[in-house]
């Protein structure tokens, strides 16, 4: 039996421009960074939960084939990629603060769903992010 | 793909994104454009390519998904969903909800209830392919929108 999720990845197309965004506006932690070659393992993660690294990956050779680097880097800017789900206790207060850092790319701003309230943003590459602030749910699943 | 291309894709899914974040407000294709940076005629056409329809069309189904989430979710009267999701008028209203949904607003809420899905799956996967086809792509905004057709 598989006992949990240890690595996620997301496409970006720039490491470092990466870990600026997810770090210093989003407000994760670095987590691994080890030159391999030319590679770069770089994750981050939630802070304070090392349990699940989210790895920044950057498409091109040796993995993708130039043709296949330059799809899946117009994938990624046209937002077609998925993203990620976080879970925050102040959603509200957090829209503020990525505000005052200069996150301008906003999908969805703080709004209340029976579920709780969630805001979704963009990454600098065309990644959406979602942050949900949760609250118990009243709502049954239907069969 | 040259780096200008992928810039140029980005700037145009931020100018789809403020669609998705104020279709409530009564948005105009000029304003939108500006978002990314592009004049008007360009920017549709270019929406068009990558995206696969006008950003009117866009406009249009983000709001009519999210009317449909209104009737399904609350008991707000079909006039009073229509101005909150950014319509200024009820014929416009019911002409595109039909065109796209395929049945009347009222017909939808009485066969419809709420739905468990986080809303982010509703917004994304909710939203209505068109039923009439993709024959009916005017390309500005609002209720000035069965005029233009370039």
């Excluded at chain 1, 496409?11 to 391999?36: C, H, P, R, S």
């Excluded at chain 1, 029976?114 to 118990?136: C, E, S």
């Excluded at chain 2, 500006?34 to 056409?45: L, P």
């Excluded at chain 2, 607003?105 to 799956?121: A, E, I, K, Q």
């Amino acid at each position: 039996m598989i006992a949990k999720l240890s690595v996620t990845s997301v496409w970006v197309l720039d490491k470092e421009q990466a870990l600026d965004f997810y770090v210093n506006k989003l407000g994760l932690e670095k987590g691994t960074d080890i030159k391999q070659g030319a590679y770069r393992w770089l994750t981050v993660r939630v802070p304070g939960d090392p349990g699940i690294e989210i790895s920044l990956e950057q498409p091109g050779p040796p993995v993708q084939d130039e043709a296949t680097t330059e799809q899946l880097r117009e994938l990624i800017t046209k937002g077609a990629m998925g993203g990620l789900v976080f879970v925050t206790d102040d959603v509200r207060g957090l829209f503020e603060t990525l505000k005052k850092r200069g996150v301008t790319d906003f999908i969805q701003e703080p709004a209340d769903n029976f579920y709780g309230t969630d805001m979704a943003v963009r990454d600098p590459f065309g990644n959406a992010i979602r942050i949900l602030q949760t609250k118990k749910v009243a709502r049954a699943a239907k069969a | 793909m040259s780096r200008e291309v992928e810039e140029f894709n980005r700037r145009l899914l931020r100018a789809r994104d403020a669609m998705d974040r104020a279709y409530a407000e009564p948005l105009n294709v000029r304003a939108v454009a500006a978002v990314a940076h592009i004049s008007e005629a360009h920017f549709i056409r270019s929406f068009r390519a990558v995206f696969g329809e006008t950003p009117h069309r866009y406009l249009q189904r983000r709001r009519v998904e999210r009317s449909m989430f209104m009737l399904r979710d609350t008991d707000r009267s079909v006039t009073d969903i229509c101005f909150d999701v950014g319509f200024t008028s009820r014929g416009t209203f019911s002409r595109m909800f039909r065109e796209i949904v395929g049945e009347s607003p009222s017909d939808y809420r009485v066969g419809h209830g709420p739905l468990v899905v986080p809303n982010c799956f509703q917004v994304a996967f909710t939203r209505p392919v068109v039923a009439a086809g993709v024959a009916l792509q005017s390309s500005s905004f609002g209720d000035a929108s069965e005029q233009a057709a370039p």
